[in-house]
């Protein structure tokens, strides 16, 4: 697995090379978006349509720069919320073809497989014949297809030609992959050497389902470090007791209802948390006492040269409202 990883770096790296001589070349995706704030009343589409874009032509580029996976977030938006959105419709296909340059190159074909959909399957069925993990690879498997999300999830059709990953240690590596494709843009990170390690995503837990239960089926291996850092960033004393119906901030490998993408980040001279929060798109004097609470192997924010530190960048203009950076 490692040699796998590694090789993925790398090839990560030559096809970002090469793209700085191309027709397309970018380090990021910032030079073709604008920031807006919704206003009162505001949709995605009237927003568009003001900057003579249609908005499901421009749709693609806009779940790209804003690290989405599923347009179902977009359809109700509130006043307050940031996003990026193309400035032209030529930018936006720049951006499209930027992402999809960068995805192509990265991923092996030994990574994923193709299936002819048969009378009766569902998504759902196809992993289980296919001995994938459905909420690890959910994500992939939109992202390899093209696919809007929830929708095309479920009007799959006989005849009908999906690529899958070829399991589920595929599947995480290809969603990463994708991560880093999504995070070219906006200046999410300040330090090229940052690492995508996994997203915090708002869950539901079940009835009779347990914290560990949750954090395997979203991806992640459950750790006495993973339990620590759940129980840190929900305020929860007990994780035995949890409660059925409520909703928690927890670490996954795919991107279903995403607030934070989480990055580690090794601190050097000059960076200060609050410079490091603001690199994440974040304002540290909103969860000052979090991060304190939360960083005691780092001694935030009193952070040191050397040290290793998670950052978070906040999710569709959500901010504030847990900790973002947590060790």
């Given at each position: 697995?490692?040699?796998?990883?590694?090789?993925?770096?790398?090839?990560?790296?030559?096809?970002?090379?090469?793209?700085?001589?191309?027709?397309?070349?970018?380090?990021?995706?910032s030079?073709?978006?604008?920031?807006?704030?919704?206003?009162?009343?505001?949709?995605?589409?009237?927003?568009?349509?003001?900057r003579?874009?249609?908005?499901?032509?421009?749709?693609?580029?806009?779940?790209?720069?804003?690290?989405?996976?599923?347009?179902?977030s977009?359809?109700?938006v509130?006043?307050?919320?940031?996003?990026?959105?193309?400035?032209?419709?030529?930018?936006?296909?720049?951006?499209?073809?930027?992402?999809?340059?960068?995805?192509?190159?990265?991923?092996?074909?030994?990574?994923v497989?193709?299936?002819?959909?048969?009378?009766?399957?569902?998504?759902?069925?196809?992993?289980?014949?296919?001995?994938?993990?459905?909420?690890?690879?959910?994500?992939?498997?939109i992202?390899?297809?093209?696919w809007?999300?929830?929708?095309?999830?479920?009007?799959?059709?006989?005849?009908?030609t999906?690529?899958?990953?070829?399991?589920?240690?595929?599947?995480?590596?290809?969603?990463?992959?994708?991560a880093?494709?999504?995070?070219?843009?906006?200046?999410?990170?300040?330090n090229?050497?940052?690492?995508?390690?996994?997203?915090?995503?708002?869950?539901?837990?079940?009835?009779?389902?347990?914290?560990?239960?949750?954090?395997?089926?979203?991806?992640i291996?459950?750790?006495?470090?993973?339990?620590?850092?759940?129980?840190?960033?929900?305020?929860?004393?007990?994780?035995?007791?949890?409660?059925?119906?409520?909703?928690?901030?927890?670490?996954?490998?795919?991107?279903?209802n995403?607030?934070?993408?989480?990055?580690?980040?090794?601190?050097?001279?000059?960076?200060?948390?609050?410079?490091?929060?603001?690199s994440?798109?974040?304002?540290?004097?909103?969860?000052?006492?979090?991060?304190?609470?939360?960083?005691?192997?780092?001694?935030?924010?009193?952070?040191?040269?050397?040290?290793?530190?998670?950052?978070?960048?906040?999710?569709?203009?959500?901010?504030?409202?847990?900790?973002?950076?947590?060790?």
């Amino acid at each position: 697995m490692k040699k796998r990883l590694i090789s993925l770096f790398l090839m990560l790296c030559m096809a970002v090379s090469l793209f700085c001589c191309s027709a397309y070349a970018a380090k990021d995706y910032s030079a073709y978006v604008n920031e807006v704030v919704i206003a009162e009343g505001d949709t995605l589409s009237s927003i568009c349509e003001a900057r003579n874009m249609d908005f499901y032509k421009v749709l693609k580029a806009i779940k790209i720069v804003n690290g989405l996976t599923d347009a179902s977030s977009l359809d109700a938006v509130r006043a307050g919320q940031k996003f990026y959105i193309p400035k032209t419709a030529a930018d936006a296909e720049t951006i499209v073809k930027l992402y999809e340059a960068v995805v192509s190159a990265v991923i092996p074909a030994s990574y994923v497989c193709k299936y002819t959909v048969k009378s009766g399957d569902t998504l759902y069925s196809i992993c289980q014949n296919l001995k994938l993990t459905y909420n690890i690879c959910k994500d992939s498997i939109i992202s390899l297809n093209e696919w809007s999300g929830g929708k095309d999830l479920t009007t799959i059709y006989e005849g009908q030609t999906i690529i899958f990953p070829v399991n589920d240690s595929a599947a995480k590596e290809i969603s990463a992959t994708i991560a880093k494709a999504v995070d070219m843009n906006i200046n999410i990170s300040t330090n090229s050497q940052d690492k995508f390690e996994f997203y915090l995503v708002e869950y539901t837990l079940s009835s009779g389902e347990s914290i560990k239960a949750a954090v395997t089926q979203l991806g992640i291996e459950y750790t006495d470090d993973i339990a620590a850092k759940v129980k840190a960033i929900n305020g929860i004393n007990d994780l035995s007791k949890v409660q059925a119906g409520k909703k928690y901030l927890l670490p996954s490998a795919t991107a279903d209802n995403v607030k934070y993408a989480i990055y580690s980040h090794k601190v050097v001279s000059g960076d200060t948390s609050a410079n490091l929060c603001a690199s994440m798109g974040a304002e540290y004097a909103k969860v000052s006492d979090m991060l304190t609470a939360l960083n005691t192997k780092a001694s935030f924010p009193a952070i040191k040269k050397g040290t290793e530190v998670l950052l978070a960048a906040p999710r569709g203009g959500e901010q504030g409202k847990t900790p973002i950076v947590i060790k």
